[in-house]
């Protein structure tokens, strides 16, 4: 009974392997078959035809069209295709060429010359001016679309390169007057006085050596919250400071304008002053005048309900007015604010006329 077990163990046993061997065999074939079947598909794809595209003739074609002396077409419809003039588009090809190797004229291996910058540039320009695909150009440019996407690509960082200036700003001087309330070359002259010679506003490293905060974010921070009057964390998205620190620029940079400019310009007139103002204005054929004042009413919008009445004119809004002199450079020499109901009085020079410097003769001619 035990011999007659085993054998049928060890038939059993024999028969397995038997067909393991025969399913691994016919498994390792077919992976076999079908890893040559792979190598052969990819030996048998076809290779990307060349198209011998006849590239001098599209420059010449393109020359002749726009650029010759005879052009065929004239210069407002280069102007329209193109989006500028020919002198502009000249140059910007000019220096491509000179300075971005992409664009250098050059031969390949059977010294053929290759596309011209005229061709490259072009191609650009049209891909940008009308929206339309890569392979749009290939028929009138004689280039594919691989390298008409080349050219797009080389001619806007070439472009950011040469002509994209760091220090060229991305506004213009008015819009500069409009939100700093005045020059770049006064506000310029204003940040270095305080980097100079106020402690806070000079940069500095942290105690991991990572500088701070700019002179120019932290005086740009002070001039936005005074010139808008908006709150302190209004400037915090732009300049990135918080809500403490652009108050203590505010802070700093009053007491620094006070501390660095007042003796010259928050001052008031001195003799000297008033007899530079009346001789310059008798040279201008205005004797006796010293300046010119004017008014302004302002309106208060929160102005409170009980004060109303008194603060509101003919236009029934609230309003404050704003006294001023002026003189021909510019230089305001009083300022005060005063109800627009109340009894009008002068006082420009009133210290003056107090004695407490020398007065100056004058004939008013209101």
Not at 82 to 99: G, H, Q, W, Y
Not at 169 to 193: A, C, H, Q, S, W
């Amino acid at each position: 009974m035990a011999s007659s077990s085993y054998n049928n163990l060890e038939e059993f046993d024999e028969r397995f392997d038997e067909r393991f061997d025969q399913i691994f065999d016919q498994q390792f074939e077919n992976l076999r078959i079908r890893s040559e079947a792979r190598q052969e598909a990819s030996r048998s794809q076809k290779k990307r035809a060349y198209i011998e595209r006849q590239r001098e003739q599209g420059h010449l074609q393109l020359w002749n069209d726009y650029f010759s002396e005879d052009a065929t077409y004239p210069s407002h419809m280069f102007r329209r295709r193109f989006r500028m003039n020919k002198p502009l588009f000249m140059l910007i090809v000019d220096r491509l060429s000179a300075e971005i190797p992409y664009f250098q004229h050059r031969r390949d291996a059977t010294g053929r010359f290759g596309h011209s910058p005229l061709q490259k540039a072009t191609a650009a320009i049209r891909m940008m001016a009308y929206g339309s695909p890569a392979d749009a150009v290939d028929e009138y440019l004689r280039l594919g679309e691989t390298t008409a996407l080349l050219c797009l690509e080389h001619f806007v960082q070439g472009i950011i390169n040469i002509f994209g200036d760091d220090e060229t700003p991305t506004y213009p001087e008015n819009f500069f007057r409009r939100r700093f309330r005045m020059n770049k070359p006064l506000f310029m002259r204003i940040v270095d006085r305080l980097s100079n010679e106020v402690p806070y506003f000079r940069q500095k490293k942290d105690a991991l050596g990572r500088l701070g905060i700019s002179s120019l974010q932290k005086c740009t921070a002070a001039i936005r919250v005074l010139a808008y009057g908006t709150a302190a964390d209004t400037v915090d998205e732009y300049l990135r400071l918080g809500e403490s620190t652009t108050r203590k620029c505010v802070e700093h940079f009053v007491e620094g304008i006070i501390n660095l400019f007042g003796d010259e310009y928050l001052r008031r007139p001195i003799p000297a002053d008033l007899q530079r103002l009346l001789d310059i204005g008798e040279y201008r054929g205005f004797p006796r005048m010293i300046g010119s004042i004017d008014c302004m009413h302002w309106e208060w919008k929160n102005c409170p309900t009980a004060w109303k009445g008194q603060y509101t004119r003919g236009s029934g809004k609230p309003t404050i007015v704003l006294e001023a002199v002026a003189s021909q450079d510019l230089w305001i020499w009083h300022a005060r604010w005063y109800l627009s109901k109340m009894g009008y009085f002068c006082p420009i020079y009133s210290p003056t006329v107090r004695s407490e410097s020398i007065l100056i003769r004058y004939t008013s001619r209101s």
